[in-house]
């Protein structure tokens, strides 16, 4: 395989299929049968989930409602799909575990570092839930914090277009996508990948970052395995 560790970074939005909010079973299957395809090839693979699907904190704060509270639900939600997902990803025989900044020891482990890097190791799969645990920060800026933390060699984040584009595919059939992009490139195009402070971190870093399609099947495995699928963003 191409890369030995990654971060796996999936939108909340992800997991509603076709539906317009909440979780499809369906979808969740199909995730959970491509993250065993690649953990069967020795791969360690971590986790963060968004919580789109179930509740947004910039949108509520936008609606009246204290940030601070706002985002704390969006964590939560988080939660939420990490549960969902860990279930799925067990009843695929593959053992997981979920961590959570913020501290719900009934249902989830706290996160600790040392610990998420063993469960790795011995080829669990690991979910980040409650993003960072802090307000203001984003689940992007989550994803790229732990895989630094738990030295992933890349960040494989999981879209429903196959890469990175100079504008919207969905809203122009006529857009150019990039095969391969330097970080100061996507700043200079003014390409939104990542909010700022996840993208400034993952450059500092050198951490690069592949957009793909993850509603594909077969996609994660290939891309894992090296083939150029998607846009790969390195310094």
């Not at 053992?95 to 996160?111: C, D, F, G, N």
């Not at 914090?145 to 984040?157: G, M, N, P, Q, T």
């Not at 059939?173 to 990948?193: C, P, Q, W, Y």
């Not at 990542?194 to 690069?208: G, H, I, V």
Request: hydrophobic residues 40%; charged residues 25%; glycine residues 10%.
């Amino acid at each position: 395989m191409h890369y030995k560790r990654i971060l796996l970074k999936l939108s909340g939005e992800a997991l509603m299929g076709e539906r317009q909010y909440g979780i499809d079973p369906k979808r969740l299957a199909e995730y959970a049968e491509d993250i065993k395809k690649i953990t069967q090839e020795d791969v360690e693979v971590a986790i963060v989930i968004g919580g789109g699907n179930i509740f947004r904190g910039v949108a509520g704060a936008s609606n009246g409602m204290d940030r601070v509270q706002a985002d704390y639900m969006g964590m939560l939600a988080t939660v939420i799909n990490g549960l969902a997902l860990q279930s799925a990803l067990e009843d695929a025989d593959v053992p997981t575990r979920l961590q959570t900044a913020i501290k719900i020891e009934a249902i989830a482990e706290p996160y600790i570092k040392r610990k998420a890097v063993r469960h790795l190791e011995k080829g669990r799969v690991v979910i980040f839930g409650s993003g960072t645990g802090n307000p203001f920060f984003t689940t992007d800026s989550a994803a790229v914090l732990r895989a630094i933390e738990v030295s992933a060699d890349v960040i494989l984040k999981g879209t429903r277009v196959d890469g990175i584009y100079d504008s919207d595919p969905e809203k122009n059939t006529g857009a150019i996508k990039f095969d391969n992009l330097s970080f100061d490139e996507v700043l200079k195009k003014g390409l939104k990948i990542m909010d700022t402070t996840a993208f400034t971190l993952s450059q500092e870093n050198e951490l690069p970052i592949i957009v793909f399609d993850m509603n594909t099947p077969g996609n994660l495995l290939r891309v894992v395995s090296g083939e150029n699928i998607g846009t790969k963003v390195v310094n």
